[in-house]
């Protein structure tokens, strides 16, 4: 293998975890970004001038008006560093004749995690307690403080039974006893949740759940798929989770929902123009609001990272991509 100086040119669009960068300085001549703000357009046209192997993430924009301000393009792959490559035209990037993989798998069960976290966060309103606990305006238990929902036994409503809402099924239904109901674009069998019942609709399954968790890709055809429409099939009592991206949801009308009180909660890890929140979303007390967490423990980042670096070897070595986006 050649000497790192002379291997392949690697750029990392934000810093990694330190076992990560390690192992690519091993394989590849290594350019860390050290900033953790999206890429500015000029800074992405630099990279691909400049580097073979890019390892993009949310936020990095690679869009065809990036593409085609680049003078010469060296680069050949992006690695994204994630599941979700909305931020990346794909068809723009192979016309610029770039490849696209990303790093499925190794998020699934942190982002189910994370839905569970929030379903129960949002039912039983543990926000609300713990604001209530730091600003000293808790007075003792009583009998009728902060009712929220009995999550065992409920009725669970996924909308994308993919590799996260297959993971988010099975901890309800087994860990809590929860019907579960799901609608997907892509009907598939479904052996460890052989109960669980496909509906026709994002409608039905919303009218029917306790509980929604929202964990379909972002793409053109699931842009605001929960309109105000979708939320008013909602039962006042029910819940909405969103794990997937925040353009999936019509935060507007998830927010005028949250506010008329015909939903009863919300709990989000993700939002329509991340980093920003609104004020009206902020100021309510009946949504649960994590910064992006999905993925948040070291392991499954490291996990993320040796995934994008096993794109860029296969790429190097010419084999085929372990997992190309389609």
């Not at 008006?65 to 393009?73: C, G």
């Amino acid at each position: 293998m050649a000497a790192p100086s002379q291997a392949m040119r690697l750029f990392f669009s934000r810093p990694l975890p330190e076992r990560v960068v390690e192992a690519a300085r091993a394989d590849f001549a290594v350019t860390l970004r050290e900033s953790n703000a999206p890429m500015s357009q000029a800074e992405m046209v630099a990279a691909l001038g400049a580097h073979d192997v890019l390892i993009p993430t949310l936020g990095d924009r690679f869009d065809a008006e990036v593409f085609a301000a680049v003078p010469r393009m060296r680069a050949r792959l992006l690695a994204n560093f994630g599941v979700g490559y909305n931020h990346i035209d794909v068809a723009a990037a192979r016309a610029a004749g770039l490849e696209v993989a990303n790093t499925p798998g190794a998020v699934t069960d942190a982002t189910a995690d994370i839905a569970l976290t929030l379903m129960l966060m949002s039912a039983r309103r543990a926000g609300e307690g713990e604001r209530l606990v730091r600003a000293e305006r808790w007075q003792g238990w009583h009998p009728t403080q902060l009712l929220g929902l009995h999550m065992s036994g409920k009725v669970l409503g996924v909308i994308g039974m993919g590799r996260i809402g297959r993971a988010v099924a099975r901890r309800a239904h087994f860990g809590f006893g929860m019907e579960v109901v799901y609608h997907t674009r892509t009907p598939r069998k479904l052996p460890d949740l052989t109960e669980a019942r496909a509906l026709p609709s994002l409608q039905e399954v919303m009218a029917a759940a306790d509980i929604v968790v929202v964990a379909v890709p972002a793409s053109p055809e699931t842009h605001h798929l929960v309109d105000a429409a979708a939320l008013a099939t909602m039962r006042a009592h029910a819940h909405l989770v969103n794990v997937a991206r925040g353009d999936v949801v019509d935060e507007a009308a998830l927010i005028a929902a949250l506010q008329e009180g015909r939903i009863a909660g919300a709990g989000l890890d993700v939002y329509e123009h991340e980093p920003h929140v609104p004020e009206a979303l902020r100021a309510l007390e009946n949504v649960v609001l994590l910064p992006h967490l999905g993925t948040a423990a070291l392991e499954v980042r490291e996990a993320m990272g040796m995934m994008a670096l096993a794109n860029a070897r296969a790429f190097r070595d010419g084999l085929p991509l372990p997992n190309p986006v389609a």
